[in-house]
């Protein structure tokens, strides 16, 4: 007598991401720009030529980031952006600006720190007149994952980094107590060897306040667009 015995098939284990694990969006979500079909300049004494126009998009600001498309389907932990356009407070006296961005739908709060570091005139749709919108970098972190603990300047020398970046914001997760100190970094546009030492020389400071960090303890975590290769 045969006996048979059921056929089992083998499956892969799906995958699982450690209860622990942090996820880091690092973006650039600077406004989406359309290139004029006329000449118009800025009416400065320099009579600088404004060359793009607005998309019809909203304003780039982090509640509407994080309510896009994009961001609801990379939820993170932790957001280092650039080129926001937080326009509600280019008014405000403080270089450095902190607020809350409640999300109802995730039902997360995230606490942000946003920086100043530049601005674009662009053209409105008519092109027959233009406007400046500023925008800054910004560290956001979900504050059911993290508290913070304080900020670390950089130092007088590293003004690069001082002009192109938010400070070091420095953070506790509150489970396993790990503290980490995360930067929100936009790089200058290198043209000629003068802006390209200026770039070379953010990338030195940045190494240097790294080394510093992680004798004091913390991991870092830097979100960065530099407009050029380090490497």
């Not at 007598?1 to 979500?29: D, E, K």
């Not at 306040?209 to 303890?217: N, P, V, Y």
């Amino acid at each position: 007598m045969t006996r048979r015995f059921p056929v089992t098939r083998a499956r892969t284990p799906t995958p699982r991401s450690p209860s622990n694990a942090m996820t880091v969006v690092q973006h650039n979500i600077g406004q989406t720009t359309y290139r004029m079909t006329r000449t118009l300049t800025d009416g400065s004494r320099y009579n600088n030529p404004v060359v793009n126009k607005t998309s019809a998009k909203r304003k780039r600001s982090v509640k509407n980031y994080l309510h896009s498309t994009y961001a609801a389907l990379n939820h993170a932990d932790l957001y280092c952006l650039q080129e926001v356009q937080e326009t509600g407070r280019r008014k405000s006296p403080s270089p450095v600006q902190r607020f809350n961005v409640r999300h109802a739908r995730k039902k997360r709060t995230y606490a942000c720190t946003y920086v100043r570091t530049g601005y674009f005139r662009y053209a409105n749709p008519n092109e027959n007149d233009s406007f400046v919108v500023p925008h800054g970098c910004v560290v956001a972190y979900d504050t059911r994952r993290f508290e913070r603990v304080g900020e670390r300047a950089h130092a007088n020398e590293h003004e690069a980094l001082k002009t192109r970046s938010t400070p070091w914001i420095l953070l506790r997760e509150k489970t396993s107590r790990t503290v980490y100190a995360v930067v929100s970094v936009h790089g200058i546009i290198p043209s000629g060897a003068a802006r390209e030492q200026r770039a070379v020389s953010l990338c030195t400071q940045l190494e240097r306040e790294i080394r510093a960090l992680r004798k004091d303890g913390y991991r870092c975590v830097i979100g960065a667009d530099l407009n050029v290769n380090p490497f």
